[in-house]
């Protein structure tokens, strides 16, 4: 049997030396699909056909399998995400605390749906399945900073201030 | 490591904390946090340096009631502060040593009184990061009594008799799961800590790990001795990038002081940990699929038998157990069976601990001993509902629970009470809820969750639960008909019964106990056009021919 050789990197680009060394770590074993595709998003913020494409091969993972997982976990994310990042929390007690209000006002106000990121990629909007601040519900987290209590007018003031930065 | 050596780190731990005078805690969790205790931390160590008295400032785990967030306890006076702002480090530190500040001082006796409190024994008074902290509280050496003092037998038949059962929800019998997999034979045995807390509105596990990870570490290390395993992982949702934190800290601080690694403790004994990040699926709360996962794949879970603890992970017989599981087992190795099982009722025996959450006084983490009533939960621990709303029910068990109604209140808290009133224990959520939250809303909440974390591999759960949740829009938009509620019964009948996996074969459980003791909700939807707790949008009510 010859020895696999893994594929070049895409392009040099600091960032694929940093998931060429997860994959390396867990020397190359199929196994570590899931830790890879975690330093692909926290390195470029999503998972392009490129970089899918680039794990695959080099873990010797069929594509329709490395797609299958990247699609199946809901942390993974197929599109760019926008410069600010709003999740609105609508797990059960912040569902009961009036969650879904305030995505249905962020929603009115961005003029886009959970999900989606704005036609300027300032913000994108999306929503968590319980972040584990419950007591503290409802939950929004902005650019990874998770405030709790949260009323609309909160949510309106953080949106309007990324847009006036 | 041997005991004397552990004593010595004890020890040291006592000389360098007897320095101070007095020790400043903040409470350093998720909800603390997210109110301002890291600033906070900083301006109450800036004031005792300032004040020259002899104050360590140390950062802890989850002290519990977080709607009082961010929690300072002051020792050896034990005197808790609550909503401390950073500008109010000066008057603390210049209280030290006086009276108290009254503005700030907060009297929970009520709160923690009715407690019991093991799993989270240190949870709030130690620094998580620091292994020498956890030790000088008698860590590591329930490890170091069962390396060297029992056979792994010896530590399954104690935990037989412990009568601990499974604390993700289902309650299988802890030792009866060890024998299983020791008795199994494999050259490469795994241990697997689920750390996956998919179940929305808990974080008992979170907070376990991020407040006192070597807790964890000692469950797993100890459950890998008894079964003759290895290897172990830890499954942690990517959600919790602070656990993954103090977990990846705890992991190199137990290496380092011999804890993991080969010839634990100069014993013949090797076993390491690896830390494994899920990736948002609920599913994968459920044993195979969170194996799946593992191994790099879609968390599609398998049928069972085979059980993992016969063929798991790769193949091989694994000990799976959930965070608070493991995190029990270092005491009851530490001060015995009997001890344990003196907590509790019937078949129930030990604590629980519980994510008190929504529509309560005090929300936070509470430690209760098994057969306490919801009422005593509730009303006493919690505070009761705020705001002179009435309380409505109390959802225990998450997406596969139950919602329990006003007049089920002194049902005592045992996996078998809460399964015969339509809920399961769970992994720990209670969430509670007033008369502003609409029953029927609430059930389509859960099944909307379930259908889209269904992973879609069996038809009852994939197609079963987006029927249910087409029918139950239909009725909170008041388009519903008497038929419809049948209609209800049957599928969630069929998707009990024929789901591969416990995610189908649980996801009725919220319909079916809002229709058992809040139907007339649906049936207000349905006849009345009307939504009683004023949640549903239904248009004015239109004149429906015959």
């Known amino acids: 049997m010859s020895a696999f050789t893994p594929p070049a990197l895409p392009s040099d680009d600091k960032r694929w030396k940093i998931v060429n060394g997860t994959m390396r770590k867990n020397g190359f074993a199929r196994y570590a699909l899931i830790e890879t595709l975690h330093t692909v998003q926290s390195s470029f913020g999503y998972l392009d056909d490129d970089a899918i494409r680039f794990v695959a091969l080099s873990l010797r993972v069929p594509l329709s399998q490395a797609y299958g997982v990247a699609t199946f976990y809901h942390y993974f994310s197929l599109k760019p995400p926008g410069k600010h990042t709003m999740t609105i929390c609508l797990g059960t007690a912040c569902y009961i605390k009036g969650s879904a209000k305030l995505m249905a006002e962020a929603e009115t106000h961005l003029g886009i749906a959970q999900g989606e990121t704005t036609k300027d990629k300032l913000i994108g909007l999306v929503q968590a399945r319980c972040v584990g601040a419950c007591s503290r519900a409802p939950v929004v987290v902005s650019d990874g900073e998770v405030a709790g209590e949260m009323t609309g007018e909160q949510v309106i003031e953080q949106l309007e201030r990324w847009v006036a930065e | ?546």
Request: proline content about 5%; some cysteine; overall charge negative.
């Open chain 2, 1 to 546: 490591m041997n005991i004397e050596e552990l004593e010595q780190i004890a020890v040291n731990v006592r000389q360098e904390n007897e320095k101070y005078d007095y020790e400043v805690n903040v409470c350093m969790d998720l909800a603390c946090v997210s109110q301002g205790s890291d600033q906070l931390r900083e301006a109450l160590a800036k004031a005792a340096e300032a004040s020259g008295k002899r104050v360590l400032v140390r950062r802890t785990g989850c002290m519990g009631p977080c709607s009082s967030g961010p929690l300072v306890r002051v020792d050896p006076e034990e005197v808790l502060y609550r909503r401390v702002k950073a500008s109010d480090a000066g008057a603390i530190v210049a209280s030290l040593g006086d009276e108290p500040v009254p503005s700030l001082q907060c009297d929970l006796r009520e709160h923690f009184d009715r407690q019991m409190r093991v799993v989270l024994e240190n949870a709030g008074h130690i620094d998580p990061e620091k292994i020498d902290d956890y030790i000088a509280r008698d860590g590591y050496k329930a490890l170091l009594k069962a390396l060297t003092e029992m056979t792994p037998n010896d530590v399954i038949q104690l935990l037989t008799e412990s009568e601990l059962r499974g604390r993700g929800g289902a309650g299988y019998p802890t030792g009866l799961k060890w024998g299983t997999v020791a008795k199994a034979g494999s050259d490469l045995k795994y241990v697997v800590c689920n750390g996956d807390e998919g179940d929305p509105g808990a974080f008992m596990d979170r907070s376990v790990m991020e407040g006192d990870p070597h807790r964890v570490l000692e469950g797993m290390a100890i459950a890998a001795y008894a079964v003759g395993a290895s290897k172990g992982y830890i499954y942690v949702r990517a959600e919790y990038p602070v656990a993954v934190d103090r977990l990846t800290t705890g992991l190199r601080e137990a290496r380092r002081k011999g804890f993991l690694g080969n010839n634990i403790c100069n014993t013949h004994f090797s076993f390491d940990i690896e830390i494994r990040l899920g990736a948002g699926a609920f599913v994968c709360g459920e044993e195979t699929a969170l194996l799946a996962s593992i191994e790099g794949r879609r968390g599609n879970p398998k049928p069972r038998p085979p059980y993992p603890a016969l063929s798991g992970l790769w193949g091989k017989p694994t000990l799976i157990n959930n965070v608070e599981t493991l995190a029990n087992i270092a005491p009851i190795v530490r001060k015995g069976s009997e001890w344990y099982s003196s907590m509790g009722v019937g078949r129930s025996k030990g604590t629980k601990v519980f994510a008190l959450t929504g529509k309560i006084a005090n929300t936070g983490l509470v430690e209760v001993p098994m057969g306490i009533t919801l009422r005593q939960i509730i009303e006493g621990i919690g505070g009761g509902v705020p705001d002179g709303h009435s309380f409505k029910a109390v959802q225990t068990g998450g997406p596969s629970g139950g919602c329990i109604p006003n007049e089920l209140l002194d049902l005592q808290v045992t996996y078998e009470s809460l399964v015969q009133a339509g809920s399961i224990m769970g992994s720990g959520g209670m969430i509670v809820m007033d008369d502003t939250s609409c029953m029927v809303n609430v059930a389509r909440f859960f099944i909307e969750f379930c259908m889209s974390e269904s992973c879609g591999k069996c038809i009852p759960c994939r197609a079963g639960t987006a029927q249910m949740f087409t029918i139950l829009t239909r009725i909170c938009s008041g388009q519903g008909h008497m038929d419809d509620l049948d209609l209800l019964v049957d599928l969630c009948g069929t998707i009990k019964e024929t789901s591969l996996c416990g995610l189908g074969q649980t996801a009725p459980n919220p319909v079916l106990s809002t229709l058992r003791y809040f139907r007339t909700e649906y049936v207000e939807h349905i006849l009345n056009k009307r939504c009683p707790a004023g949640v549903c949008a239904i248009e004015a009510p239109v004149e429906v021919l015959a």
